[in-house]
């Protein structure tokens, strides 16, 4: 799989919350949603990773910080905090010979259900909505990846 990195350059720059030369995508489908983002007329406001909650760890029992990957806030007053993530890195893996790639899947899967945990938790404290997006969420809004 290739992986794809870059700097989002923002058209409408009253609709971005925080420091619009600092909108990294860190994916296709990330930079495909910041467009739709920017360019959907029913988002009055987004961000990207402005958003940060602290999360315990389920692998360390150490306090990190998470980066939301976008907060959106809609027309109707909703906001909702999103996680971008393949499908296959929302599936508990399949247990298999203890490898070290299995072993580092099974550690990014706790990690990961750690983060969402408290961002889902951080999200209800406000009123908000915590999801995750994977390419069949976002293909789903009619969002298409530009190959």
Request: glycine fraction near 4%.
């Amino acid at each position: 799989m290739k992986y794809y990195k870059g700097r989002y350059t923002i058209k409408n720059i009253k609709k971005y919350e925080g420091n619009p030369s600092k909108c990294i995508f860190r994916s296709m489908w990330e930079r495909q949603v910041f467009k739709w983002c920017d360019d959907n007329p029913s988002i009055i406001k987004w961000s990207s990773e402005e958003t940060v909650v602290p999360y315990r760890c389920k692998t360390d029992n150490k306090v990190h910080r998470y980066f939301i990957d976008l907060k959106i806030k809609t027309r109707d007053g909703k906001v909702w905090l999103i996680e971008i993530k393949p499908e296959k890195e929302t599936k508990e893996p399949k247990k298999r010979k203890k490898t070290k790639r299995y072993i580092n899947e099974v550690m990014t899967y706790i990690k990961n259900q750690s983060k969402w945990e408290a961002a889902k938790e951080y999200a209800e404290n406000r009123g908000w909505r915590f999801e995750v997006w994977t390419e069949n969420t976002i293909k789903g809004l009619g969002i298409k990846l530009l190959t």
